[in-house]
């Protein structure tokens, strides 16, 4: 079946360094990938997403690359801020399921 | 605007005890998903309403769960029976129309249920 693995945190970071949280998929067809980003004490909301191979989502410096040819999707931020600091959850969605599968969420952590 | 909202936000059960977990998605939005986040793990799909028809309820763990959302705006989720397993964050998701590959999916601050 449709899975998301996603490396295990939490991910502790200084300010300014760089950032990649692995994803990686198991998925019948061609599915969307995406990242959400749960913030303290806010809901999830979407970060970035990428709906076919070689497609590379962005958004507030984040970005991931739909690699079919390894099943993978990781998050890449090349300078962190503290206000980063947060929960990253990897995703997939199959067109024309309205069904998200989701991976286990990484915490990050960015120190001053 | 307002955003996804969900009542109440904290939920204490005895088990053997139903609940009723309340969604109010954002106006207009066609789609509605629930998911259940058990500690320390992404959310699990439950079920999917386009407008007032449950079109996929796959992922409800038991005859114990039941959704509606009778006028195709606000959902309920009830656990009737609950059980220690049933502890977890449930969350509500609302998209303008459509597929979920091409709409956003906006997520409320979910209810956190404690069955003790």
């Known amino acids: 079946g449709d899975s998301v693995t996603q490396m295990e945190g939490p991910v502790t970071l200084s300010e300014e360094a760089f950032l990649t949280i692995n994803c990686t998929y198991t998925?019948?067809?061609?599915?969307?990938l995406f990242w959400y980003v749960q913030y303290p004490g806010e809901g999830l909301q979407l970060l970035l997403k990428?709906?076919?191979?070689?497609d590379k989502g962005s958004n507030k410096g984040f970005e991931a690359t739909y690699r079919k040819e390894t099943t993978s999707f990781h998050l890449e931020k090349g300078s962190v801020q503290v206000s980063d600091s947060a929960v990253y959850f990897c995703?997939?969605?199959?067109?024309?399921?309205?069904?998200?599968?989701f991976g286990s969420g990484t915490k990050l952590n960015v120190k001053p | 605007g307002a955003g996804v909202s969900q009542s109440p936000r904290y939920k204490v059960a005895k088990r053997g005890q139903d609940v009723a977990l309340r969604c109010d998605p954002i106006?207009?939005?066609?789609?509605l998903f629930w998911y259940q986040q058990a500690l320390g793990q992404g959310p699990e799909f439950l079920t999917y309403?386009?407008?007032?028809?449950?079109?996929?309820k796959s992922g409800l763990p038991s005859d114990r769960f039941f959704a509606e959302r009778p006028e195709g705006s606000v959902s309920t989720l009830k656990i009737q029976r609950t059980q220690q397993e049933d502890s977890a964050v449930y969350l509500c998701?609302?998209?303008?129309?459509?597929?979920?590959?091409?709409?956003?999916?906006?997520f409320g601050p979910g209810t956190r249920l404690l069955v003790l």
């Open positions: 998701a609302s998209s303008l129309a459509g597929l979920a590959v091409k709409e956003t999916q906006y």
């Open positions: 998925a019948t067809g061609y599915p969307s």
């Open positions: 990428a709906t076919k191979a070689d």
């Open positions: 995703a997939l969605s199959r067109y024309n399921f309205n069904k998200f599968y």
């Open positions: 106006s207009g939005h066609v789609s």
């Open positions: 309403f386009q407008n007032e028809a449950q079109l996929d």
